[in-house]
């Protein structure tokens, strides 16, 4: 089973920067798209950065511009800098494949939490 393992969320003012990683065993992130996802307080998971094979990237709308998605295949790892939060960016983060891909049993999450 494989294990996703996430980390390096904790809590800010808006405007900082939080730096999100993301461990997954053997080569599963090099061989797969991969993406970030964050649940807010009351609301579904969403997928809000992803990452391709071929490290092309993507983002929803909300983080466009604040925040940076990559991976490092020799550390089979992928990262998510955020910068510039807002509270809205409140929630747990989660790496995962992608919903048109390969999917794995949900980490445990990291919690990120901006106070304005």
């Known amino acids: 089973q494989v294990q996703l393992v996430e980390s390096g969320g904790g809590s800010v003012q808006a405007g900082g920067s939080l730096r999100l990683y993301c461990a997954a065993p053997?080569?599963?992130?090099?061989?797969?798209?991969v993406g970030w996802y964050r649940q807010a307080p009351g609301k579904q998971r969403e997928l809000v950065a992803a990452?391709?094979?071929?490290?092309?990237?993507a983002y929803v709308d909300s983080v466009k511009g604040r925040f940076t998605m990559s991976r490092d295949n020799a550390k089979s790892s992928v990262y998510l800098q955020m910068n510039n939060l807002k509270p809205e960016d409140t929630g747990v983060y989660y790496c995962?494949?992608?919903?048109?891909?390969?999917?794995?049993?949900w980490g445990q999450g990291t919690q990120v939490t901006v106070s304005s």
């Open positions: 990452i391709d094979r071929g490290d092309s990237t």
């Open positions: 053997g080569t599963i992130f090099s061989d797969n798209g």
């Open positions: 995962n494949g992608l919903p048109n891909g390969r999917l794995w049993t």
